[in-house]
């Protein structure tokens, strides 16, 4: 049986996730253990140290694997930089792209982020959301197709990405997660955070009137957050609801108008990302018509980081790593990625 090990790591921002990955040829990736550990903006450059420190025991038990990581650890402010390829790009492009290096022995490889013109004729970046996209274009059927997808995958700086014949063609960011953090935490509208109590009906009653506007009103409608309490019209409690709403609203509809530019009209999306978070989304796209499918975001992401592991040592010749079993697969005659 053709099995191995690997590291995979999503190190954000905010957030470091570690998996202990085991491959076997034709069954699920299985993840056997996880860490988390300090953000890259939490980490006063020791970022070496920080990793072993968390997989101390795993390589003491198991020795020696490759580690894939992803997300912010790539960026200037890193643990290597690993440069922007840019769009339209493919999965191949994207793997191939990445940044390698060792340290203590292992082989790590850091995923390059995108770049791209976007449909407001502005550049645009992505870092760590290039992985979920390359995993959901593993488990998309059509991926190399004509067939123009939407790729919605929200966060604290939302990505709108087009796929289309087996390339991510172009995306949009949306500032919409961390704008509301800002008025949530740090604005007069929302008086007291600890007393929010999500509520659909007053999450929709913000997207209803983000749909109203027109262009360049959602800083007047902002206030309505704040005046509708004053005068008994909405709880402090669904504040941040309505609040929610009239942002993700917004961040619909502008990135909808922006996105059928570049492929017409759009019918159905897929949403990658929090639970809870795609939750809203679904809700808001499909009030304006827009079929909203939630994939499971560490799913997709395993797929991600599986997609890249065989295409740097499954398709490379050899064994795998931590493999008592020779390489079961090879490039086809195109040299593509098995995605």
């Given amino acids: ?14 957030h470091l996730r570690l998996y202990l990955c085991r491959y076997v040829l034709d069954q699920p990736l299985n993840v056997l253990a996880t860490q988390a550990g300090p953000g ?6 020791d970022f070496e140290q920080i990793f072993f420190d968390l997989v101390g025991d795993w390589l003491d038990k198991h020795g020696t694997m490759p580690v894939i990581l992803s997300g912010m650890v790539g960026s200037n402010i890193g643990w290597q930089a690993a440069p922007y390829i840019d769009c339209p790009a493919s999965a191949e492009q994207i793997v191939s792209g990445r940044t390698a290096f060792r340290a203590r022995g292992i082989e790590f490889s850091i995923i390059s982020g995108l770049r791209t013109i976007n449909p407001l004729g502005a550049p645009d970046l992505m870092r760590g959301e290039e992985l979920q996209l390359l995993g959901w274009m593993g488990a998309a059927l059509d991926v190399k197709t004509e067939t123009a997808r939407l790729i919605v995958l929200p966060g604290t700086h939302n990505k709108w990405a087009l796929v289309q014949r087996g390339k991510i063609e172009t995306f949009v960011t949306a500032l919409t997660g961390e704008l509301y953090s800002l008025l949530q935490n ?37 206030f309505t957050t704040r005046s509708r309490q004053v ?6 409690s669904h504040a941040s609801s309505y609040l929610s709403g009239l942002l993700i609203g917004s961040d619909v509809v502008g990135s909808l108008a922006l996105m059928e530019k570049q492929m017409g009209a759009i019918e159905s999306v897929d949403l990658i990302g929090d639970s ?25 992401a395993m797929s991600g980081y599986e997609a890249v592991y065989l295409a740097l040592y499954s398709l490379s010749g050899g064994s795998l790593p931590n ?17």
């Fill in 1 to 14: 049986m053709t099995e191995s090990l690997f590291i995979a790591g999503d190190w954000g921002t905010t």
């Fill in 40 to 45: 890259v903006s939490q980490v006063n450059g």
């Fill in 186 to 222: 740090h604005s007069m509208l929302i008086a007291n955070t600890e007393t929010a109590d999500f509520s659909d009906h007053i999450f929709m009653q913000g997207v209803k009137v983000a749909t109203t506007l027109e262009s360049g009103q959602l800083l007047q409608a902002l």
């Fill in 231 to 236: 005068l008994g019209e909405l709880s402090e």
């Fill in 276 to 300: 809870a978070l795609s939750r809203c989304y679904q809700l808001a796209l499909e009030s304006v018509g827009v079929k909203a499918e939630v994939r499971d975001a560490v799913q997709i």
């Fill in 323 to 339: 493999s008592s079993a020779p390489k079961s697969s090879s490039p086809n005659s195109k040299g593509e990625i098995p995605l």
